[in-house]
C-alpha cells in the first residue's frame, strides 16, 4: 500500500474542493486550480479530508496512486498558500530589476534579457541580486523558475550565473601554467 496514497489530504477552511468523476477544482485566496486524474484512481471527499482509492491492484494503479495524491495536495497547498521559488545571482556586474511587469536581467551580454511573466506568476526583485518567483501552481512556479536560470546557468569555474538560493556549485579547478 502507498504510504503518500493513503494519507488523506486536509482542507483548510478558506478553500473550496469539488470533485466531479475525475476531475478535481479547488478554489482559495490565491485563484483557482483544477487537476484531471486517472479513472484507476477513485476520489472521495469526506468532510474536510479528500481521500484517493485504487480501483484495483495493477502496478500502473500502484503507480499512480501516490502521485495523485500529492497533485490534489499541491492544489490545495496551492490556492491556500501558494509555492516560491529564490533565486540567487552571482557576478560581477550582473543584476536584476523589475520594469512593470517585466523582469529585466543584466547577465553580461550586449544587451538586457528581459522576461515577461505569465498570467498566475508574479516575480518580486529584493535588492539586485535576489529574485522570487511566486505563484498557486507548483509546476507553473518551477518551470518559470527553471526558464530564469536558463537565462544564464551557474558556471564551474568561477559560480557566475544564476542559481536557485542554497544551490551548491562544484568548482573545478582551472588550467595549471608552466
Request: charged letters at 30%; one cysteine or more.
Amino acid at each position: 500500500m502507498s504510504r503518500i496514497g493513503k494519507t488523506p489530504v486536509e482542507i483548510p477552511d478558506k478553500v473550496d474542493v469539488t470533485i466531479e468523476g475525475n476531475l478535481v477544482t479547488a478554489k482559495g485566496s490565491l485563484g483557482t486550480l483544477s487537476v484531471s486524474l486517472r479513472p484507476e484512481i477513485v476520489i472521495k471527499k469526506e468532510g474536510n479530508l479528500v481521500v484517493l482509492e485504487r480501483a484495483n491492484e495493477e502496478r500502473k494503479t500502484r503507480a499512480l496512486h501516490g502521485l495523485s495524491r500529492t497533485l490534489v495536495n499541491n492544489l490545495v497547498t496551492g490556492v491556500s498558500k501558494g509555492f516560491s521559488k529564490d533565486l540567487e545571482i552571482h557576478g560581477v556586474g550582473y543584476r536584476a530589476q523589475k520594469d512593470g511587469n517585466k523582469l529585466v536581467l543584466a547577465l553580461g551580454y550586449s544587451h538586457p534579457v528581459e522576461i515577461v511573466p505569465p498570467d498566475g506568476i508574479d516575480i518580486v526583485v529584493e535588492g539586485n541580486n535576489k529574485v522570487t518567483v511566486k505563484g498557486a501552481c507548483k509546476q507553473s512556479v518551477g518551470d518559470m523558475a527553471a526558464f530564469i536560470r536558463s537565462k544564464r546557468p551557474p558556471e564551474v569555474y568561477k559560480g557566475k550565473g544564476i542559481r536557485y538560493a542554497g544551490e551548491y556549485i562544484r568548482k573545478k579547478a582551472g588550467k595549471t601554467g608552466k
